[in-house]
């Protein structure tokens, strides 16, 4: 199997698992490393490819986001600035410096993964008025979460789910197109930033561009019938594995 068969079938799995939840550079991250590209070349060309994905995702939602406008509105800021902040971050990362942080990142954005049913159930066990945070928390949180996307986007979208809990929004097809729409915004600012690093590998990140719009598109339209507990779980176990070859790599 080529090398760009690989990267177009990890793009279209992460795709799809960005659309229904998040989580999806952890399969295009390691595959992308796998090929030959060193860790820092991968994570900045995955993510000037990203935005096709929650294109296709976001208009896949597009009956939703209407009933979300005022909301949409007000995340928009800490989106379009944290993706710009934690692009820039990233480009004045030391090589070196990356390769020893990357383990911590994935294993970060797989805790984040594991942990998001409880998260959400707790979101959902509380009375309203505890549910109901102040929208400068919420603020603050996606600012947070979106500078995050900007250096490493592995996990964003749990992130972003578990914010928008916070918010009140706890209907998953709600909260799955406003994160896809709000990804947009993060990873169009960030990939803009990165766009001019010198570091994009651009034979595989048009082939992730495809492969993203097809799985954000596939994987939105899919959700209702989708088992996000088999993938998730999966995504999961999988980070946790490598987490550690990437630390036992770095040792």
């Known amino acids: 199997m080529s090398n760009y068969v690989i990267i177009l079938v990890a793009s279209i799995l992460a795709g799809a698992t960005n659309a229904i939840a998040g989580g ?27 935005w096709t994905g929650s294109v296709t995702g976001a208009w896949a939602f597009k009956e939703r986001l209407y009933q979300t406008k005022e909301l ?26 990356f390769d020893f942080i990357v383990p911590f990142l994935v294993l970060f954005a797989t805790v984040v993964l594991a942990l998001n049913d409880r998260i959400h159930k707790f979101n959902l066990n509380g009375d309203r008025g505890e549910r109901k945070s102040s929208l400068v928390i ?5 600012f947070l979460t979106s500078l ?5 986007a592995a996990g964003i979208g749990i992130l972003m789910l578990a914010t928008l809990g916070i918010a009140d929004i706890t209907d998953i097809h709600i909260a799955n197109g406003i994160k896809n729409l ?13 766009l001019f690093s010198g570091k994009v590998v651009w034979p595989f990140a048009f082939i992730l561009m495809i492969g993203f719009a097809l799985g954000g598109y596939w994987g939105a339209k899919v959700s209702q019938r989708f088992d996000n507990k088999k993938v998730k779980n999966f995504v999961v176990l999988w980070g946790i594995a490598l987490a550690i070859a990437f630390w036992v790599r770095g040792v």
């Open 24 to 50: 999806g550079t952890l399969i295009t991250f390691p595959a992308l490393v796998w090929v030959g590209i060193n860790p820092l070349s991968a994570n900045i060309t995955n993510t000037v490819a990203l």
């Open 72 to 97: 949409l509105r007000f995340l928009t800021l800490p989106s379009l600035l944290g993706g710009i902040l934690g692009a820039y971050l990233l480009t004045i990362t030391p090589h070196k410096v």
């Open 138 to 142: 919420v603020f603050i949180l996606q």
């Open 148 to 152: 995050y996307g900007g250096y490493f």
């Open 182 to 194: 709000l990804s947009l915004f993060i990873n169009v600012t960030s990939g803009l930033i990165l």
